[in-house]
């Protein structure tokens, strides 16, 4: 099985915040979980590979191509989905998907088609008449939509109800079945316990492990993933 994703030393410099050093890689047809608490660097690491910012240095090799020089073909490839919509709130569905095909070559409205009648998608609405989880779900139809085979998503289930944030886990499971590798962020563990088959976790700008969820449990001593937390991100109080 090959990677997906291969990062390398990124270092990313703010005047308040590094990451340092940051490595791991990804397995074609997998879920990774990129779990850490807030503030810890999941979302700088994301927009560093993806360059959103330009990392200080590394190198991040997607599908086996180096992300410097490649970044045009790599993106075709590439789905990304933030937690939710945030703009153009007044515009319909179907006018932000107008726009968003315009970019992908490779765009497929069968499939679009699919997914919006899969999810329950009505692209007359607006975003802003869109629940949470209806938006996480437009987000990944746009993704789908131009054949990505690696999603990377942000913190998707932040701020979803129960119920929401197990349908889409679920979505989430039937996509790699089908062979779509998964990337997403989260400091919600019990999401991670469900459906990923590795974690990579990250604390102030460093990699604490990366490796199956088996193993990292068993490198972290065991426990949920939630009590690992908790001790990874335990620290003495003076008050």
């Known amino acids: 099985m090959s990677n997906v994703l291969e990062i390398n030393n990124l270092c990313k410099e703010y005047p308040a915040f590094q990451l340092k050093d940051v490595s791991f890689s990804m397995k074609e047809g997998s879920i990774m979980g990129f779990i850490g608490r807030n503030g810890a660097g999941k979302t700088t690491t994301i927009k560093s590979i993806l360059n959103f ?11 086996g191509k180096e992300m410097a020089g490649n970044e045009d073909d790599i993106k075709q490839l590439i789905g990304y989905a933030p937690g939710g919509i945030n703009y153009y709130p007044m515009k319909k569905l179907s006018k932000i998907t107008a726009i968003t095909k315009s970019f992908y ?14 999810f329950k998608l009505d692209e007359n609405k607006k975003p802003k008449e869109l629940s949470e989880g209806m938006k996480v779900k437009y987000n990944l139809v746009l993704a789908l939509s131009h054949g990505a085979k690696l999603l990377i998503l942000d913190e998707p289930t932040s701020g979803l109800d129960p119920v929401s944030r197990d349908e889409l886990l679920t979505i989430f499971e039937k996509l790699r079945d089908k062979g779509t590798s998964i990337l997403f962020s989260t400091h919600i563990t ?39 937390m908790v001790r990874l991100e335990k620290e003495e109080i003076d008050i």
């Open 53 to 63: 910012v330009h990392p200080t240095s590394g190198s991040i090799v997607f599908f």
């Open 190 to 228: 019990s999401d991670l316990e469900k459906c990923a088959d590795s974690i990579t976790y990250i604390k102030q700008g460093l990699i604490v492990d990366s490796a199956s969820k088996e193993d990292f449990i068993r490198n972290q001593g065991g426990g949920t993933l939630e009590e690992i």
């Open 105 to 118: 070559p490779e765009w497929n409205d069968e499939l679009y088609e699919k997914y919006m009648k899969a």
